[in-house]
């Protein structure tokens, strides 16, 4: 539970809204009390790769120049690259996540890089603005949170408590996804009112909602190919309901050949997007296990589609060998960038879709007990 929270929570501040830029940026640090020799590393994705540059500080300043089209979520981090050297247990890294853009980006502090304030950067006052809508509903997440754990062991291991509490969380998830579109109703021109929108396009509930903001935007906006993203976005809540013929898909396996969804008319398919990094997806897969196992003689299929990035395909071949998973697994490594993520307007994982032979959508989302409940009806002759 605890880490499907931070999944969640996290997810709002990571998802990839980006491409390879043509424009230059320069960051001019100057933190009073940084030691000489301090290294200090930038980090970003693009196109679920990640890149790493690093300066070192002297007499408290650094900096960083390259290119890049527009607004990129990034990080600096102090001493140590997370993605080299992982922090050691209980250790406290100083870091700092902003939006990197075209431009002169001015960060100033006295003792540490989490304490960095912002000038010359549009998107980062509007993610000011935007923390401040918000904080209403995290702190209901983080109340939700100790709510949770500080019930004893046996509730919080008991599935009807678990789900109860999944619940009232996608009802936070609601409230999170009308904040966002109240962000970009009111700023118009912001470049992360194209984030928000994009965050929120996917969603049945919000489509028409989303689809009046959008054409709200402002025309500079537009342009971006993020822009161009957001009807498809929203053509996918309309194209993914139940009872619709499930979007085709084209992939690249693990092993590096290209598969289909049409590759599996005639059988009922599980449609699994998930990552190595997921925690509930990790969860969730000894009940896939069982399920395949028991079924896939039957006319019962998964693909597993994974939004790992490129940086991450050794785990992502490690968890599938790890996690027992012997059904076809696909990527095509972008991360939340990911096209068949977008087409089929996935923003959380652990996501599904149950396709019938046919390929039509018979259900979304079903997990645990309530899948295997749904299969069992499919295949009464197995039980």
């Known amino acids: 539970m605890k880490r499907f929270l931070k999944l969640l929570l996290l997810l709002f501040f990571t998802l990839p809204f980006f491409v390879r830029g043509q424009k230059g940026y320069r960051i001019n640090g100057e933190i009073s009390h940084l030691k000489d020799g301090a290294k200090i590393f930038l980090i970003y994705e693009i196109e679920g790769r990640s890149v790493v540059d690093s300066a070192f500080s002297q007499n408290g300043n650094f900096s960083f120049s390259g290119e890049v089209d527009y607004p990129i979520s990034s990080s600096l981090y102090l001493n140590k690259n997370p993605f080299v050297d992982g922090p050691a247990r209980n250790e406290q890294m100083d870091f700092f996540r902003f939006y990197l853009e075209p431009g002169r980006l001015v960060m100033r502090a006295k003792d540490s890089l989490k304490n960095i304030a912002i000038s010359g950067s549009q998107i980062n006052v509007d993610q000011e603005t935007f923390k401040k809508m918000r904080t209403s509903v995290d702190d209901k997440f983080t109340a939700l949170n100790k709510e949770f754990y500080a019930l004893p062991a046996n509730q919080q291991n008991d599935a009807k408590v678990r789900d109860a509490f999944i619940d009232r969380e996608k009802g936070l998830m609601d409230e999170l996804y009308s904040v966002h579109l109240a962000f970009a109703r009111q700023y118009p021109s912001s470049y992360l009112s194209l984030i928000s929108l994009s965050f929120v396009a996917g969603q049945e509930k919000f489509t028409r909602e989303a689809a009046a903001v959008y054409v709200g935007l402002a025309k500079k906006?537009?342009?971006?190919?993020?822009?161009?993203?957001?009807?498809?976005?929203?053509?996918?809540?309309?194209?993914?309901?139940?009872?619709?013929?499930?979007?085709?898909?084209?992939?690249?396996?693990?092993?590096?050949?290209?598969?289909?969804?049409?590759?599996?008319?005639?059988?009922?398919?599980?449609?699994?997007?998930?990552?190595?990094?997921?925690?509930?997806?990790?969860?969730?897969?000894?009940?896939?296990?069982?399920?395949?196992?028991?079924?896939?003689?039957?006319?019962?299929?998964?693909?597993?589609?994974?939004?790992?990035?490129?940086?991450q395909r050794e785990q992502w071949i490690k968890a599938i060998a790890d996690d027992k998973l012997s059904w076809p697994q696909?990527?095509?490594?972008?991360?939340?960038?990911?096209?068949?993520?977008?087409?089929?307007?996935?923003?959380?994982?652990?996501?599904?879709?149950?396709?019938?032979?046919?390929?039509?959508?018979?259900?979304?989302?079903?997990?645990?007990?309530?899948?295997?409940?749904?299969?069992?009806?499919?295949?009464?002759?197995?039980?």
């Open 330 to 383: 696909a990527s095509d490594l972008k991360g939340w960038d990911s096209q068949a993520a977008k087409r089929y307007g996935i923003n959380s994982i652990p996501a599904s879709f149950l396709l019938d032979p046919q390929g039509k959508i018979v259900n979304r989302n079903l997990r645990g007990k309530d899948l295997a409940e749904k299969v069992q009806t499919i295949f009464p002759d197995k039980e």
């Open 221 to 311: 906006l537009k342009k971006f190919p993020l822009a161009k993203e957001i009807p498809m976005q929203l053509e996918a809540s309309v194209r993914t309901k139940v009872g619709e013929i499930a979007p085709d898909l084209e992939l690249r396996t693990a092993n590096g050949n290209y598969i289909k969804l049409s590759d599996f008319r005639g059988k009922y398919l599980l449609v699994d997007f998930w990552a190595s990094w997921c925690g509930p997806c990790r969860e969730e897969n000894p009940n896939l296990v069982a399920l395949y196992n028991k079924y896939k003689d039957s006319g019962f299929e998964i693909l597993g589609i994974s939004l790992d990035k490129v940086a």
